[in-house]
């Protein structure tokens, strides 16, 4: 199986990538909604949060784990690799990276809209910038999410903030943003309005899912032996609101499970 885990449910941003490019790949899901937000936490918590919920799902039987929280990916790999080093192990980072290197920018400068955390952790910095030669600019935009749980796609105030907080990308004159957070791809339209068609939007979500495709189609003997049949969602913890709203978001009936683990 392929097991998928965020600190939340935004982490279902990816599944519906997932299950856009392979359909009937059973999946299992674990969503850390007892301690979402990771976003403003310290990289030692969030890398223990990552390690317990990589446990879960191998534990669950999944051969193959992608974090998809962006927060995790920019502080917890580590820490997840040298548990397990013999997983095959996705973030949502360097697909969105390559993503990145492959776009024929004039002046290689690149925004990164993402949480706190992610934004302090100067991974987009070290990957783009240092490596590849990208003037990246860097910013957290927190306020964002909870107005995306509230589903306020649309609402003059989320407007007001995201205009808010797009403002040092359009003054700082980026070709592309990248939209490191996992709520953030819910805001796309709102975010293309303000910025404009000649900014190119970069989904992790969806640089991730095709990533795992194609390395699925390099190692055929996993490809093979992945369940196929229906996914399971799990959350630490929930309420009707959450169950609501991850229906929303993957736009088709799902049912959440209690995850039975002890968190700490
Ligand atoms: N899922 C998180 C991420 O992509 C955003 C929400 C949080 O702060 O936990 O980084």
């Given at each position: 199986m392929i097991g998928l885990f965020d600190s939340g449910i935004g982490g279902l941003t990816v599944v519906r990538e997932l299950k856009r490019l392979l359909p009937g790949v059973a999946l299992a899901y674990f969503g850390d909604t007892a301690r979402t937000p990771y976003g403003n936490k310290s990289a030692e918590v969030i890398s223990r949060y990552g390690l317990e919920a990589t446990k879960f799902l191998v534990e669950k039987g999944c051969q193959l784990v992608v974090v998809a929280c962006n927060t995790v990916s920019a502080v917890g790999l580590p820490a997840i690799r040298q548990a397990y080093p013999q997983l095959p192990l996705f973030d949502v980072i360097t697909p969105a990276v390559s993503a990145v290197s492959r776009l024929p920018l004039k002046r290689k400068k690149v925004g990164v809209m993402g949480t706190r955390a992610l934004v302090g952790s100067n991974i987009y910095q070290r990957l783009l910038a240092e490596v590849n030669g990208f003037t990246v600019v860097a910013r957290a935009a927190p306020l964002l999410v909870p107005l995306v749980e509230e589903g306020w796609f649309d609402k003059p105030e989320t407007k007001r903030l995201v205009r808010h907080y797009l403002r040092p990308f359009k003054q700082a004159q980026v070709e592309a943003l990248?939209?490191?957070?996992?709520?953030?791809?819910?805001?796309?339209?709102?975010?293309?309005?303000?910025?404009?068609?000649?900014?190119?939007?970069?989904?992790?979500?969806?640089?991730t899912a095709a990533a795992v495709v194609e390395w699925l189609k390099q190692h055929p003997g996993i490809d093979s032996r992945l369940e196929r049949g229906s996914s399971r969602f799990y959350v630490s913890d929930l309420t009707d609101h959450t169950q609501t709203i991850a229906q929303k978001w993957l736009g088709q009936k799902i049912t959440l499970e209690r995850a039975s683990l002890s968190l700490k």
């Open positions: 990248v939209l490191a957070c996992t709520h953030y791809p819910l805001l796309k339209e709102v975010i293309v309005s303000r910025l404009g068609k000649k900014i190119t939007i970069i989904d992790p979500a969806m640089a």
